[in-house]
């Protein structure tokens, strides 16, 4: 995992939305292998129906490897939201930063969005590998068949799949998946995981690539923070150097040399 002393707010919202949704997809998970080897040894004609009963649900005809796959879709769409989410920020706090309107254009999925806004596109493009993005653009594919089911969504995600198989299996090896990624009609747990991993290993990349250095970092800093009417140079010192750690992600060091440098300006 790839470290770096600058991340956005989005990036480190996103981590935390991925940690509970991961728990999330685990725990449902364990929960219907439970529920599954209970039923397993069950002789009623519908073993879920008699178990909803207890609970006083009432369900009929449920397929467990239905109710798995359609948990697993599910909780894909949900991360692949979060990511959403995450670009929308990073659209604000880019804006923030760097005073530069953002540029989208209609057929952009996100990777293609935040490439064309980044710093420079050489350094995004050795952040960001192909592989990464195969694999983005699957559960892209994935989630606009299962939210939007059409015969088009369906063809494009089998055909992507299809397509772009090698890199993908590259990208599952690099993560140490056994089966996943998967296709859309074989969407399970282990993509759901997978997703969780790339989604954050994406956000830190792109936040790396996207670092605007040392003196836009330092003309952020608010002025009240700056300012001899708040306290000596050590009290000014030790709160630049919170807010930028707060603010940015930044690491101890890299935030105190950018307060040594503004206050010695």
């Known amino acids: 995992m790839i470290s770096t002393t600058f991340t956005f707010a989005a990036c480190r919202n ?6 509970r949704a991961t728990a999330a ?3 449902n998970e364990v929960a219907l292998l439970h529920t599954t080897q209970y039923l397993g040894a069950r002789t009623e004609k519908d073993p879920w ?3 909803a009963q207890r609970f006083q649900i009432r369900v009929d005809g449920i397929n467990t490897a239905e109710v798995r796959s359609t948990s697993a879709r599910l909780h894909v769409l949900s991360i692949y939201a979060g990511f959403d989410r995450f670009v929308v920020a990073l659209r604000g706090e880019w804006f923030d930063l760097s005073g530069k309107a953002w540029q989208k254009h209609d057929n ?3 990777l293609e969005e935040i490439e064309r806004n980044a710093p420079s596109k050489d350094i995004f493009r050795r952040h960001v590998d192909d592989e990464s993005r195969a694999c983005l653009n699957h559960y892209r594919y994935v ?3 299962v939210a939007h089911p059409s015969d088009d969504n369906q063809w494009s995600s089998r055909n992507h799949y299809a397509s772009q198989e090698v890199a993908l299996r590259n990208l599952g090896a690099r993560y140490q998946m056994t089966t996943a990624p998967h296709s859309l009609d074989y969407i399970d747990f282990h993509d759901a995981k997978l997703l ?4 954050l290993d994406l956000a830190r990349q792109i936040s ?3 670092d605007p250095g040392d003196s836009v970092l330092a003309a952020a800093v608010p002025d009240k923070l700056r300012s001899r009417a708040y306290g000596n140079e050590v009290r000014r010192y030790n709160r630049i150097g919170c807010y930028l750690r707060t603010k940015y992600g930044l690491s101890t060091d890299r935030a105190e040399k950018i307060a040594r440098d503004i206050l010695a300006l």
């Open 49 to 51: 129906a008699e178990l």
């Open 25 to 27: 997809v685990a725990a």
């Open 208 to 210: 790396k690539a996207f």
């Open 143 to 145: 989630r606009n068949a």
């Open 14 to 19: 996103l981590k935390r939305f991925v940690g």
């Open 108 to 110: 952009d999925g996100p």
């Open 196 to 199: 969780s991993q790339l989604v």
